[in-house]
């Protein structure tokens, strides 16, 4: 695998969102000055924080450029609240079959915002927070901001048939900590970051551990746009029958599939006693405020046909990106590459790799200059691990398979 000459990338301006993603280079992502891009100096491809190297939808483009040539950078124009909340009722109606009421919908600025307004006034005061691990790492951190113990539930790993790693909810884990009075689980689905795309038994059976101990369950579904296997499908966990209204909180956004997370518009779905509770609590109804105009008008373009398009066309080309890395990866036998099913983050166990007291993500930064999260950051036991961000392009994979690889294979004294 050769990587591509900067002298053969595209002659387009650097400043070109619109260019092809084949064409995209470190060089032309530097330029951007992006978070993923600026981080680090020297010659290292960002490949960790969760954001696309792919710009977004030509519809949410236009939308914002006809906002700022129009100067409405204001407040929340009339009807844009109500437009978003539609258009995530029926996008879930369409896509997952879920028919949730508009008036269930609620518009705040992140989904984390939404989580930290659960621990503080929808759960029992002073009990502990369920964390299945591997898990997204502000989920570890946040419960300690108020008072709360965070409770790490490592998944159960192990390997198929053919030797993939495999990961799975340990609900024996999860039941006793809900028995010895944790008061919240947080569930990710699709989970960031082993990619997997929880199934309706395994909801299922979430549903009725919270039902038995009546505790709460929010589900964090932002990546539920983001399905990469064609012979999979996500399903809501507040779309089971099982799952308790009273005890459901869903948290989503398209932030991650259109790649708008500094527009902050996410999403917030409760019905029943926990839309009575939202409601009814003062901070929480008050973070609809707080949502941004222009994120709102992105909402409703990102789930129009016509972004729906760019999404689907996007997952395609990431599916290509993952496949391209897990072929490189295939025969190293150092490393093992959970491939995601959901999302576009890579799982890369490096427990082969003779580092000594080094972790995995500072030797892959430091000697082949590729930035990835180290595994630690998502809960204990994961030391040997990072987390590989693969919505780039593809040329830019290519330079990353080609430096790890190569760097797993040099002798090291």
Same mark, same amino acid.
């Given at each position: 695998?050769?990587?591509?000459?900067?002298?053969?990338?595209?002659?387009?301006?650097?400043?070109?969102?619109?260019?092809?993603?084949?064409?995209?280079?470190?060089?032309?992502?530097?330029?951007?000055?992006?978070?993923?891009?600026?981080?680090?100096?020297?010659?290292?491809?960002?490949?960790?924080?969760?954001?696309?190297?792919?710009?977004?939808?030509? +519809?949410?483009? #236009? !939308?914002?450029? @006809?906002?700022?040539?129009? %100067?409405?950078?204001?407040?929340? *124009? /009339?009807? $844009?609240?109500?437009?978003?909340?539609?258009?995530?009722?029926?996008?879930?109606?369409?896509?997952?079959?879920?028919?949730?009421?508009?008036?269930?919908?609620?518009?705040?600025?992140?989904?984390?915002? +939404?989580?930290? #307004? !659960?621990?503080? @006034?929808?759960?029992?005061? %002073?009990?502990?927070?369920?964390? *299945? /691990?591997? $898990?997204?790492?502000?989920?570890?951190?946040?419960?300690?901001?108020?008072?709360?113990?965070?409770?790490?539930?490592?998944?159960?790993?192990?390997?198929?048939?053919?030797?993939?790693?495999?990961?799975?909810?340990?609900?024996?884990?999860?039941?006793?900590?809900?028995?010895? %009075?944790?008061?919240?689980?947080?569930?990710?689905?699709?989970?960031?970051?082993?990619?997997?795309?929880?199934?309706?038994?395994?909801?299922?059976?979430?549903?009725?551990?919270?039902?038995?101990?009546?505790?709460?369950?929010?589900?964090?579904?932002?990546?539920?746009?983001?399905?990469?296997?064609?012979?999979?499908?996500?399903?809501?966990?507040?779309?089971?029958?099982?799952?308790?209204?009273?005890?459901?909180?869903?948290?989503?956004?398209?932030?991650?599939?259109?790649?708008?997370?500094?527009?902050?518009?996410?999403?917030?779905?409760?019905?029943?006693?926990?839309?009575?509770?939202?409601?009814?609590?003062?901070?929480?109804?008050?973070?609809?405020?707080?949502?941004?105009?222009?994120?709102?008008?992105?909402?409703?373009?990102?789930?129009?046909?016509?972004?729906?398009?760019?999404?689907?066309?996007?997952?395609?080309?990431?599916?290509?990106?993952?496949?391209?890395?897990?072929?490189?990866?295939?025969?190293?036998?150092?490393?093992?590459?959970?491939?995601?099913?959901?999302?576009?983050?890579?799982?890369?166990?490096?427990?082969?790799?003779?580092?000594?007291?080094?972790?995995?993500?500072?030797?892959?930064?430091?000697?082949?200059?590729?930035?990835?999260?180290?595994?630690?950051?998502?809960?204990?036991?994961?030391?040997?691990?990072?987390?590989?961000?693969?919505?780039?392009?593809?040329?830019?994979?290519?330079?990353?398979?080609?430096?790890?690889?190569?760097?797993?294979?040099?002798?090291?004294?």
């Amino acid at each position: 695998m050769t990587e591509t000459s900067p002298a053969t990338a595209s002659t387009a301006h650097h400043n070109d969102s619109a260019l092809p993603f084949d064409a995209l280079t470190p060089e032309i992502m530097r330029s951007r000055n992006s978070l993923k891009w600026s981080r680090y100096d020297g010659d290292v491809i960002g490949a960790w924080v969760a954001e696309m190297d792919l710009g977004t939808a030509p +519809a949410v483009t #236009a !939308v914002l450029r @006809r906002a700022v040539e129009n %100067g409405c950078l204001g407040y929340m *124009p /009339t009807g $844009a609240d109500r437009a978003a909340r539609e258009a995530v009722a029926s996008f879930h109606a369409q896509t997952f079959g879920w028919k949730v009421p508009v008036g269930d919908v609620s518009l705040l600025p992140n989904v984390l915002s +939404a989580l930290e #307004a !659960v621990i503080e @006034r929808h759960t029992r005061p %002073g009990s502990a927070v369920i964390v *299945p /691990t591997p $898990a997204y790492m502000p989920f570890l951190s946040i419960p300690g901001r108020y008072g709360r113990e965070c409770i790490q539930i490592p998944a159960l790993h192990g390997h198929d048939a053919a030797g993939r790693p495999t990961w799975a909810l340990d609900l024996d884990g999860i039941e006793a900590a809900m028995a010895g %009075g944790a008061g919240l689980l947080v569930l990710c689905n699709p989970w960031n970051p082993v990619g997997r795309i929880l199934t309706p038994v395994e909801l299922d059976a979430v549903a009725a551990l919270s039902s038995r101990h009546r505790v709460p369950v929010f589900a964090d579904e932002i990546h539920s746009s983001l399905v990469l296997d064609p012979t999979a499908a996500h399903t809501p966990y507040g779309s089971r029958p099982a799952a308790e209204d009273d005890l459901t909180f869903t948290a989503t956004a398209v932030s991650k599939g259109w790649n708008i997370p500094g527009l902050m518009c996410a999403q917030l779905i409760a019905s029943g006693g926990a839309r009575a509770s939202w409601e009814a609590s003062a901070p929480s109804a008050h973070l609809a405020d707080e949502a941004a105009p222009l994120g709102a008008q992105a909402v409703t373009a990102a789930l129009s046909p016509e972004g729906l398009e760019w999404n689907r066309n996007v997952r395609d080309y990431i599916r290509g990106n993952v496949e391209l890395v897990a072929e490189a990866l295939a025969d190293v036998e150092e490393v093992r590459l959970t491939e995601p099913a959901g999302t576009y983050l890579a799982w890369l166990d490096c427990s082969g790799l003779d580092l000594g007291d080094m972790a995995p993500a500072r030797f892959f930064r430091r000697e082949p200059g590729v930035a990835m999260n180290p595994g630690a950051a998502f809960g204990r036991g994961y030391e040997r691990f990072c987390r590989l961000n693969l919505a780039t392009g593809r040329g830019i994979a290519a330079r990353i398979a080609q430096r790890l690889v190569e760097a797993i294979r040099v002798p090291r004294a």
